[in-house]
């Protein structure tokens, strides 16, 4: 029994496309029948989110995008990422699931004092995909907090949060002082919130990791996204309680990823 | 009949069939409630007036064989009872998808034909599951699929999208790297011979000795080529016939854009740079994948050789002033697994170390 003589072409699609990106890649190598169903628009559509043209439609991507055919697209959103929701936040699909990443910018985010300059200020930085980030130049009292609607992300998916950002040279005020970070989906209960140093003297473990694109990251918590979609995930960022200057910070954005099920 | 054996005629002879023909003739009635839980039978009946009686049973489509029919039968007399639970209508679905592959494919096409789509998609789903995971050579075997796409091809995969000339070039240039990576392999079979004895088992000395072909050789190749991997590291060319044949087997879509950059990299230092050839094997080693035993076709006819040489160094000139930024990009994504840095050690063989972070 060959299965290309015993299925319709259509009924393969849709078997393609319930299994995963990666799949669908492989059994393209498959034979000239495979190949040609598995790189087809009819399957690579199901990888991608279902509003995939609201959100490139709003995005400042050309409209040219949409006209790819689709497993292009789906590629071009892995490893290209487009600036939605007016260049506040910046969206890509991990490619092993096709599910929804985002980074909040810092636009996006309340920052207190953000638009006082002589606690803040917003630069330019090439290394960012955002138009600005902000710099901090001196606060006794730090706080960064940022929400989301649920319904912005993938369903069904375990999300980690992530604080995105540097610090320059002229800084003062992370080395000693730990900060807390808290992610919790508004109406539940306040998840746990950690206790990080941003800045540890060299003897001390590095919490921060250092990214692909030269920023630091560090986790400040996970969430799941069920199916119930009205409610808001809520992150923040805090040192309020030792009223020391602090300098030097640089926010790019909270980045919400997918996480994996597996370490593929 | 008496009034008598009126009164006594059972329930069930008051239903009413609906009549169906398969395609090798055979007919047969079937409950109406059953029946008409296949919206196709349901549109026969409705719209047609068909299947009321022997003579005008509903022809079922060429794809519904009396097995099939009888499968999907009882899947629409357990679901059309309207009384049941989900909890019960899945533990029915599970123990009923429970079949040989074979069936399953036969009744996706039967239940596809039906229009029955909450059948289709349970099959669906219990195909989808045999195959995710697995590579194109298991998949090839569970589904009996020929191998019948070119190497050429299966290095193609942006073909039948963008038909963007450079992409050409590259496969022209992949073809021509995979001739000599055949050459070379020949060679190094013979050189390696001596050290890969020691690994191999005494049954599999036994076997060689005694002439049989079969798994030896199968294991004679895989740890040559294993070998081979890590002694070429000098070699520029071959670390690009590396990227290629690994290329060969890994998911086409994913790491297309790697492997176009694993190539122009190479071509790069062939041209000028050396400081890539590490870049490049990360990608190669970060790969995982299964080593096809089989043979290595090539497409290139020998009368174009000189054409495509010179295309080639063409492209590579072209390569050099266009691509830099973009592969480098392309090259920061190309990390899945634990990325693995190689560098030389003094006698200039390769030492392995872990990458300390990922992305």
Redesign the interface.
């Known amino acids: 029994?060959?299965?290309?003589k015993?299925?319709?072409d259509?009924?393969i699609s849709?078997?393609?496309s319930?299994?995963?990106?990666?799949?669908?890649?492989?059994?393209?190598?498959?034979?000239?029948?495979?190949?040609?169903i598995a790189?087809s628009n009819a399957v690579w559509q199901m990888f991608l989110p279902l509003d995939y043209i609201h959100i490139i439609s709003n995005s400042s991507s050309p409209p040219s995008l949409l006209s790819l055919?689709k497993?292009?697209l789906y590629?071009t959103l892995?490893?290209h990422p487009i600036l939605t929701h007016n260049g506040d936040m910046k969206f890509q699909l991990e490619?092993e699931s096709g599910k929804k990443w985002y980074m909040v910018g810092a636009r996006a985010l309340s920052i207190q004092w953000v638009d006082t300059p002589r606690h803040w200020t917003w630069i330019s930085l090439p290394d960012s995909r955002f138009c600005r980030v902000a710099k901090l130049k001196n606060v006794g009292r730090l706080e960064i907090k940022g929400k989301v609607k649920l319904n912005t992300l993938s369903s069904n998916t375990n999300y980690e949060a992530y604080f995105v950002f540097k610090l320059v040279r002229d800084r003062y005020g992370f080395r000693h002082t730990p900060v807390e970070l808290d992610v919790s989906i508004e109406g539940t209960a306040a998840g746990e919130v950690r206790s990080v140093i941003l800045d540890p003297p060299r003897n001390m473990p590095q919490q921060a990791?250092?990214?692909?694109d030269g920023w630091l990251e560090i986790e400040m918590g996970e969430f799941f996204n069920g199916f119930e979609n009205d409610r808001t995930v809520e992150f923040s960022l805090r040192e309020d309680h030792d009223d020391q200057p602090k300098r030097g910070l640089i926010v790019q954005g909270i980045e919400l990823r997918p996480k994996h099920k597996n370490n593929? | 009949m008496s009034e008598v054996d009126m009164a006594v005629i059972k329930p069930e002879m008051m239903k009413s069939y609906i009549w169906l023909q398969t395609a090798d003739g055979s007919i047969q009635q079937v409950e109406q409630e059953v029946a008409m839980f296949c919206p196709m039978i349901c549109h026969e009946v409705i719209q047609k007036g068909m299947g009321s009686s022997k003579n005008y049973a509903i022809s079922l489509p060429q794809r519904v064989n009396p097995a099939m029919l009888s499968l999907i039968l009882d899947y629409c007399r357990f679901h059309q009872v309207p009384g049941r639970s989900n909890k019960e209508r899945k533990s029915f679905d599970e123990k009923f998808i429970r079949m040989d592959t074979?069936r399953l494919?036969?009744l996706?096409?039967a239940a596809?034909s039906l229009q029955l789509k909450p059948l289709?998609?349970l099959t669906?789903?219990a195909?989808?599951r045999i195959?995710?995971?697995?590579?194109?050579e298991e998949?090839?075997e569970i589904?009996?699929?020929?191998?019948?796409?070119t190497e050429e091809?299966?290095l193609e995969?942006l073909k039948?999208?963008?038909d963007d000339p450079r992409i050409r070039l590259l496969n022209r240039l992949y073809a021509k790297k995979r001739k000599e990576l055949k050459e070379r392999q020949k060679l190094k079979n013979i050189e390696v011979e001596e050290e890969r004895v020691d690994d191999r088992s005494v049954d599999d000395l036994l076997s060689f000795i005694n002439g049989d072909n079969g798994d030896s050789k199968g294991i004679k190749n895989s740890k040559s080529k294993k070998k081979n991997r890590r002694r070429k590291d000098q070699q520029k060319n071959t670390s690009a016939n590396e990227a290629i044949k690994n290329h060969n087997k890994e998911?086409?879509?994913?790491?297309q854009?790697c492997c176009s950059a694993e190539v122009g990299q190479t071509v790069r230092a062939g041209v000028g740079a050396t400081s890539n050839l590490h870049d490049v094997e990360d990608d190669i080693f970060d790969n995982k994948n299964e080593l096809d035993d089989g043979d290595i076709d090539d497409e290139i006819d020998p009368a174009l050789k000189e054409k495509i040489d010179r295309e080639v160094e063409d492209f590579a000139r072209r390569l050099n002033s266009d691509w830099p930024e973009r592969m480098q990009?392309?090259l920061?994504?190309g990390h899945?697994?634990k990325p693995v840095h190689f560098s030389l050690n003094g006698n200039d063989s390769l030492r392995r170390y872990a990458n300390s972070?990922q992305?």
């Open positions: 029994m060959e299965i290309t015993v299925l319709p259509d009924c849709l078997i393609i319930l299994t995963s990106p990666r799949d669908a890649c492989r059994l393209a190598l498959l034979s000239h029948a495979f190949n040609s790189d055919p497993k292009d590629s892995c490893y490619k990791k250092e990214r692909v593929r | 074979k494919c036969e996706t096409s596809d289709v998609d669906s789903r195909l989808a195959i995710e995971g697995k590579s194109p998949i090839r589904f009996h699929l020929p191998d019948d796409l091809e299966k995969p039948n999208t963008t998911p086409n879509g994913l790491n854009v990009e392309i920061s994504f899945e697994r972070e992305r």
